[in-house]
T-cell receptor
């Protein structure tokens, strides 16, 4: 069974640009969550989607947005990039049966560097 | 509010030593789940264990064991006879059963280095 996949794996952007990251969950999983990992703040929750609906959102500015498609794939977008957005962005999937399984599996992450 | 504290920032041991990683949590809910994840240098978080708040039984899986004590709000992780491959950052995390969300709150992590 294929795991969670994230593309691209590495990305370098310039301040002010925008970026879109993609996540494909484990087959059958309907919930996708996104996390930002930085050396200073650690792992922080960004948002969670279930059946194309945002179910929860972390404390991030409106420049961070996301969506989920009918096939459960998810994208997150960051507009007007700042240097502080440099981080590892991790995607996790869960909920095989449509109810919370409380067992999330993570992808390899996308390493975003903003210069 | 939920909070997870991993007081040990870094631990260094010699191969075959036993090592315990501490995790203390805070939550107002009576129903919650606790997790341990391993993050090797490659960056991917690897799921190790999930425990719900109603199951205080300790668990052993090979060289790994977990001790869950609600009385002290702790969920500690022990690696017996450590190996170099155990070198990684280990995260403890908490989620509350609220509205179906599976949002994880993570501790800052403990970097474990196992030297040969």
């Amino acid at each position: 069974k294929a795991g969670v996949t994230q593309t691209p794996r590495y990305l370098i952007k310039t301040r002010g640009q925008q970026v879109t990251l993609s996540c494909s969950p484990i087959s059958g999983h309907r919930s996708v969550s996104w996390y930002q990992q930085t050396p200073g703040q650690g792992l922080q929750f960004l948002f969670e989607y279930f059946s194309e609906t945002q179910r929860n959102k972390g404390n991030f500015p409106g420049r961070f947005s996301g969506r989920q498609f009918s096939n459960s794939r998810s994208e997150m977008n960051v507009s007007t990039l700042e240097l502080g957005d440099s981080a590892l962005y991790l995607c996790a999937s869960s909920s095989l049966a449509g109810v919370p399984s409380y067992e999330q599996y993570f992808g390899p992450g996308t390493r975003l560097t903003v210069t | 509010a939920q909070k997870v504290t991993q007081a040990q920032t870094e631990i260094s041991v010699v191969e075959k030593e036993d090592v315990t990683l501490d995790c203390v949590y805070e939550t107002r809910d009576t129903t919650y789940y606790l997790f341990w994840y391993k993050q090797p240098p490659s960056g991917e978080l690897v799921f190790l264990i999930r425990r719900n708040s109603f199951d205080e039984q300790n668990e052993i899986s090979g060289r790994y064991s977990w001790n869950f004590q609600k009385s002290t709000s702790s969920f500690n992780f022990t690696i017996t006879a450590s190996q170099v491959v155990d070198s990684a950052v280990y995260f403890c995390a908490l989620t509350e059963e609220r509205g179906g969300s599976e949002k994880l709150v993570f501790g800052k992590g403990t970097k474990l280095t196992v030297n040969p």
